[in-house]
């Protein structure tokens, strides 16, 4: 009876042990010092249209960078892996190429430029959080396989958004945006670095942004039915301490940009109207006195220049930018040749870059 007694004593101890096994969840760094790792994503320098809409990505996201743990993270069993922004939201902003979770886009500390950052290069072990299968940051996730699992690195992809207007000039990204955690507790912080740069033009100082285009005198002979017209003057629009930048080319209907580009408007002003937007034709102003006549825009190339909305022009070019431009009379009447007189007209203009 003793003898039984210390077997069923035995057994029953050898159960209790097998059962606690598989319950075991822990994360560990290999060396033992269990101290958060200090990573750095350094994105480089990135540059930022002026006149992009909000939402738009100023980077390309396609390239994965490799942050090594300079350590290895063993996780078995049933393991979690999570991850917390530091900072404030940028909400309400609209992403273009990417499906950013609401809750996933920093604002960093620069006035108008957002952070999304998710993370890639997971044993597929690791189930992708519901909602959130690219793993944008914030996210908790879990593995259940009964295994040993290790990493020596995070593998990370990132986004700049414009969520708001930015300043002029060049600014510095430094901060703690993330960190990560797991059973062992505060696993890592991540610090994001970049420079971002204005890009665009400055216009010339008063009197240098107004333009006169000498028309030339013409006789009415040279007009021999509606559309004819006379040689085209050329004018340029000058653009000063341009920074041309660099930007990767995107897909779909928001295909902002390739590079940096300079988009004229041109609008009727004081008392030219527009009379055909899509051949770039203009009134004379009130005070003329020829009839039967207006002025057309061309660009360049001849091909008339659009009226009254953004056309995209020349590529930004560091330094100084030239666009030029031309313009003539054309007859807008069918019948008899134009009434002479003077013939004059104006106009403004706007730039946009994207």
């Given at each position: 009876?003793?003898?039984?007694?210390?077997?069923?004593?035995?057994?029953?101890?050898?159960?209790?042990?097998?059962?606690?096994?598989?319950?075991?969840?822990?994360?560990?760094?290999?060396?033992g010092?269990?101290?958060?790792?200090?990573l750095?994503?350094?994105?480089?320098?990135?540059?930022?249209?002026?006149?992009?809409p909000?939402?738009?990505?100023?980077?390309?996201?396609?390239?994965m960078?490799?942050?090594?743990?300079?350590?290895?993270?063993?996780?078995?069993?049933?393991?979690?892996?999570n991850?917390?922004?530091?900072?404030?939201?940028?909400?309400?902003?609209?992403?273009?190429v990417?499906?950013?979770?609401?809750n996933?886009?920093?604002?960093?500390?620069?006035?108008?430029?957002?952070?999304?950052?998710?993370?890639?290069?997971?044993?597929?072990?690791?189930?992708?959080p519901?909602?959130?299968?690219?793993?944008?940051?914030?996210?908790?996730?879990?593995?259940?396989?009964?295994?040993?699992?290790?990493?020596?690195q995070?593998?990370?992809?990132?986004?700049?958004?414009?969520?708001?207007?930015?300043?002029?000039?060049?600014h510095?990204?430094?901060?703690?945006?993330?960190?990560?955690?797991?059973d062992m507790?505060?696993?890592?912080d991540?610090?994001?670095?970049a420079?971002?740069?204005?890009?665009g033009?400055?216009?010339?100082a008063a009197?240098?942004?107004?333009?006169?285009?000498?028309m030339?005198?013409?006789?009415?002979?040279?007009?021999?039915?509606?559309?004819?017209?006379?040689?085209?003057?050329?004018?340029a629009?000058t653009?000063?301490?341009?920074?041309?930048?660099?930007?990767?080319?995107?897909?779909?209907?928001?295909?902002?940009?390739?590079?940096?580009?300079?988009?004229i408007?041109?609008?009727?002003?004081?008392?030219?109207?527009?009379?055909?937007?899509?051949?770039?034709i203009?009134?004379?102003?009130?005070?003329?006195?020829?009839?039967?006549?207006?002025?057309?825009?061309?660009?360049?190339?001849?091909?008339?220049?659009?009226?009254g909305r953004?056309?995209?022009?020349?590529?930004?070019?560091?330094?100084t930018?030239?666009?030029?431009?031309?313009?003539r009379y054309?007859?807008?009447?069918?019948?008899?040749?134009?009434?002479?007189g003077?013939a004059?007209?104006?106009?403004?203009?706007?730039?946009?870059y994207?």
């Amino acid at each position: 009876m003793k003898i039984g007694s210390r077997l069923l004593s035995y057994v029953c101890l050898s159960a209790l042990t097998l059962a606690s096994a598989p319950a075991l969840a822990i994360c560990t760094w290999v060396s033992g010092n269990n101290a958060p790792k200090q990573l750095t994503l350094a994105a480089g320098t990135v540059f930022a249209p002026r006149d992009v809409p909000i939402g738009t990505t100023l980077n390309t996201t396609s390239t994965m960078l490799q942050l090594n743990f300079g350590d290895t993270l063993s996780c078995y069993g049933s393991a979690t892996y999570n991850t917390t922004l530091i900072g404030p939201l940028a909400l309400n902003v609209p992403v273009d190429v990417l499906s950013v979770p609401s809750n996933a886009l920093l604002q960093t500390n620069v006035p108008g430029i957002g952070l999304a950052i998710y993370m890639t290069g997971f044993a597929s072990a690791w189930q992708p959080p519901v909602g959130n299968p690219s793993r944008f940051i914030p996210f908790n996730m879990s593995r259940t396989a009964p295994s040993t699992a290790t990493m020596s690195q995070a593998m990370m992809r990132y986004a700049l958004i414009k969520t708001g207007e930015i300043a002029p000039g060049t600014h510095s990204i430094s901060q703690l945006v993330a960190t990560g955690s797991s059973d062992m507790g505060h696993m890592f912080d991540l610090n994001f670095t970049a420079t971002v740069t204005l890009a665009g033009c400055s216009m010339p100082a008063a009197p240098g942004n107004q333009i006169d285009v000498p028309m030339g005198n013409w006789e009415k002979r040279v007009f021999n039915g509606k559309n004819s017209t006379t040689d085209a003057q050329p004018f340029a629009i000058t653009l000063n301490s341009c920074i041309a930048g660099s930007n990767y080319p995107k897909n779909g209907a928001n295909a902002y940009f390739s590079g940096n580009f300079a988009n004229i408007q041109i609008d009727g002003n004081r008392t030219s109207t527009i009379i055909d937007a899509d051949n770039g034709i203009l009134s004379l102003t009130s005070d003329s006195t020829a009839k039967g006549v207006a002025i057309q825009i061309l660009q360049d190339g001849g091909t008339p220049m659009n009226l009254g909305r953004p056309v995209q022009l020349n590529r930004v070019l560091n330094g100084t930018t030239t666009v030029p431009l031309k313009a003539r009379y054309i007859q807008t009447g069918d019948g008899p040749t134009p009434v002479p007189g003077s013939a004059n007209g104006a106009a403004s203009f706007s730039v946009t870059y994207r």
